[in-house]
């Protein structure tokens, strides 16, 4: 779906990768060529722009990585930026669909692709989460839309609201809430008609019927192959109904994408899904991490500088032990400790590691020491000064207050804090003591 798109910018970073030191300038033209690769592939030009412009600050801002070549290191930057561009809140595809009988609202422009798009969700829903669905036809213009829908429901094993002809879109919408509820079904779906473009009778009607459903999720599915048209329709759409969510159908087609990055930045929307085929089955979650790495074709660049920066993590903390081992050990050193321990899984996943510290690892567990513990720890050391902080003789009756409800916190979980620092510096001085690996080597005998 990002063919084009991948292969201007795998050109561009190729010939970056491939230099030894990086200069602004061929950073500078690099985004100039990833920036019309991205108005190429339809990117509206103020995302393109904006995109560019975060590349360029984040890029010159960074340190180098060692053991990999700058150019490696602006794929990645890249990389991660375009995730933010994509990315909505809450997991991928995820909808709310709680509180049964839980009404789904899908709308979208005629021959987007809505219909087959109700049907493909239901059939998820109903596979993947065992609910139990009921779709239900709003296109009283058309009869055979709502044909489509009765055939599609056999086809997938998914309930369909039988056809009452003559009723309005507002009664099939409370007829399907009625017999949701009283069939004992999870979710229904109301599919309402679409036109080819947007009109005011159209939109009236949506509405009214987002009136009498109060709909959990509303569903804008459009054909992404129209590019920034499928970005107009979804602001006009969001104006006017108020959307919850986007699905991107044709995806599978060779357009060109662009509709996928301009879509969460323009709107605000976060795109759920894709439709990647006429099939039922051919709908994906939309994932920004899968799609960036789709765009850009370059997993194996992305995966070799992440392990560099871990790398440099772990030389960070070689020079943190150094400085503990001559008995300086401050907040900053206790908070990094901290995140380092939320990172590996917690307390007791870090002392079970840890050579001749699974005891103290049971012990830990007894005490009811978890993560949220753990960040509440965090919270009073960032509540302190950076003073403090390097200096936590400081902390005394009045600043202690202070820390504690800085951080949302009583006085006697810093003090515990305060305790916990105490004892590692205690520990950290012991250890250096034992001089270079010396604890190390004594706990392996
Ligand atoms: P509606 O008018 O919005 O309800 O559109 P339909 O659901 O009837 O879809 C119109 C056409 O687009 C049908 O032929 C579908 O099979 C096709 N279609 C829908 N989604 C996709 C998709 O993700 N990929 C492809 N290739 N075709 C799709």
Not at 118 to 133: N, Q, S
Not at 209 to 225: K, Q, S, Y
Not at 339 to 347: H, L, N
């Amino acid at each position: 779906m990002f063919e084009n798109l991948s292969e201007r910018l795998s050109g561009v970073f190729d010939r970056l990768t491939k230099q030894g030191a990086l200069s602004d300038e061929d950073v500078k033209t690099a985004l100039r060529e990833v920036r019309v690769a991205l108005l190429e592939a339809d990117v509206s030009l103020p995302v393109a722009r904006e995109f560019v412009k975060t590349v360029q600050e984040k890029a010159t801002g960074q340190a180098v990585t060692k053991s990999v070549t700058p150019g490696q290191q602006v794929v990645k930057i890249v990389h991660d930026a375009l995730i933010d561009v994509l990315k909505g809140e809450g997991e991928p595809g995820s909808l709310k669909i709680d509180s049964p009988p839980a009404p789904i609202l899908m709308v979208g422009l005629q021959g987007g692709g809505k219909t087959t798009t109700t049907a493909k969700l239901a059939k998820r829903m109903k596979d993947r989460d065992g609910k139990r669905v009921l779709m239900a036809s709003l296109d009283v213009n058309r009869p055979a839309a709502m044909e489509q829908l009765a055939i599609l429901g056999t086809q997938i094993g998914v309930d369909t609201l039988p056809i009452v002809k003559g009723e309005s879109p507002v009664q099939i919408a409370k007829r399907a809430k009625t017999q949701a509820g009283l069939g004992g079904y999870d979710v229904y779906m109301l599919d309402t008609a679409g036109r080819l473009s947007i009109d005011e009778e159209l939109m009236s009607q949506v509405e009214a019927v987002r009136d009498v459903a109060n709909p959990r999720e509303t569903l804008l599915v459009v054909d992404g192959l129209t590019g920034q048209d499928a970005v107009h329709t979804a602001e006009n759409f969001d104006a006017r109904i108020g959307i919850s969510g986007v699905v991107l159908t044709r995806m599978d087609g060779d357009g060109r994408g662009g509709a996928a990055l301009s879509m969460r930045a323009v709107t605000g929307k976060p795109i759920k899904f894709v439709g990647l085929g006429e099939k039922m089955d051919a709908l994906e979650t939309f994932e920004p991490e899968r799609i960036a790495g789709r765009i850009l074709g370059m997993g194996d660049i992305v995966a070799l500088v992440e392990k560099a920066q871990e790398t440099i993590e772990a030389e960070q903390a070689e020079k943190m032990m150094k400085r503990m081992a001559k008995g300086q050990f401050n907040m900053n050193d206790l908070k990094m400790q901290l995140e380092q321990m939320i990172k590996m899984g917690g307390m007791q996943g870090m002392m079970g590691m840890m050579p001749g510290m699974g005891k103290m690892a049971k012990q830990v567990e007894d005490a009811g020491f978890d993560d949220k513990i753990l960040k509440q720890q965090i919270a009073l050391i960032q509540s302190m000064t950076k003073k403090e902080r390097a200096n936590p003789a400081l902390l005394q009756a009045s600043r202690k207050k202070r820390i504690a409800k800085g951080a949302g916190m009583e006085v006697s979980d810093l003090n515990k804090l305060m305790k916990m620092h105490r004892q590692m510096s205690d520990m950290m001085k012991k250890m250096g003591k034992m001089g270079k690996g010396g604890m190390l080597k004594q706990a392996m005998k």
